[in-house]
T-cell receptor, first 114, second 117 residues
Framework: QKEVEQNSGPLSVPEGAIASLNCTYSDRGSQSFFWYRQYSGKSPELIMFIYSNGDKEDGRFTAQLNKASQYVSLLIRDSQPSDSATYLCAVTTSLNSGYSTLTFGKGTMLLVSP | DTAVSQTPKYLVTQMGNDKSIKCEQNLGHDTMYWYKQDSKKFLKIMFSYNNKELIINETVPNRFSPKSPDKAHLNLHINSLELGDSAVYFC????????????????FGPGTRLTVL
């Protein structure tokens, strides 16, 4: 069973701080990595994807990937109360059928206090 | 325009009933998915179709039967509903079969909250 692990949280940060969300995965063959945000009662929405080792920045968000350590993270700079949500890490993993699919972590709840 | 839509949004029914959920995507994607998100918020793949062909069937009870009449639609029929089927069911789509590239990105519908009494 290929797994994606995240700390369930909640991770509490004050407004304006940097929030750091972490994710580890077990499938060494994974090639694409995603961060989704899910507000309570809503569907997951894509924040970022990353395929190569290193950092990828998009506005206040930076995704970091280290395939050797099987680790992916998301940094949120200048955190806002509107960032309060559950953040899901998703990793492309291969199945016994030969197909691949996204495997999701259980998510980290982020709470940003004003 | 909604990219991935699902109906109904809420579904409340009695144990033993049969129900269906419908999904449509207007993104022109070839691959569609059904996920189940339980009370602990864990999102788990159930089925995937690529161009109307079933490609992923993840140990789901055979009371669940997906059907894809065309590549823009994926429906889920559930027979003999049980209490444990209560969850939020999400439909999603991606451009193609996941292969480690940009087309792996999945876009989700708004979800169907199923409550079995």
């Amino acid at each position: 069973q290929k797994e994606v692990e995240q700390n369930s949280g909640p991770l509490s940060v004050p407004e304006g701080a940097i929030a750091s969300l972490n994710c580890t995965y077990s499938d060494r063959g994974s090639q694409s990595f995603f961060w989704y945000r899910q507000y309570s009662g809503k569907s997951p929405e894509l924040i970022m994807f990353i395929y190569s080792n290193g950092d990828k920045e998009d506005g206040r968000f930076t995704a970091q990937l280290n395939k050797a350590s099987q680790y992916v993270s998301l940094l949120i700079r200048d955190s806002q109360p509107s960032d309060s949500a559950t953040y899901l890490c998703a990793v492309t993993t291969s199945l016994n059928s030969g197909y691949s699919t996204l495997t999701f972590g259980k998510g980290t709840m982020l709470l940003v206090s004003p | 325009d909604t990219a991935v839509s699902q109906t109904p949004k809420y579904l409340v029914t009695q144990m033993g009933n049969d129900k269906s959920i419908k999904c449509e995507q207007n993104l022109g994607h070839d691959t569609m998915y059904w996920y189940k998100q339980d009370s602990k918020k864990f999102l788990k793949i159930m089925f995937s179709y690529n161009n109307k062909e079933l490609i992923i069937n993840e140990t789901v009870p055979n009371r669940f039967s997906p059907k894809s009449p065309d590549k823009a639609h994926l429906n889920l029929h559930i027979n003999s509903l049980e209490l444990g089927d209560s969850a939020v069911y999400f439909c999603a789509s991606s451009q193609d079969i996941p292969d480690g590239g940009p087309t792996d990105t999945q876009y989700f519908g708004p979800g169907t909250r199923l409550t079995v009494l």
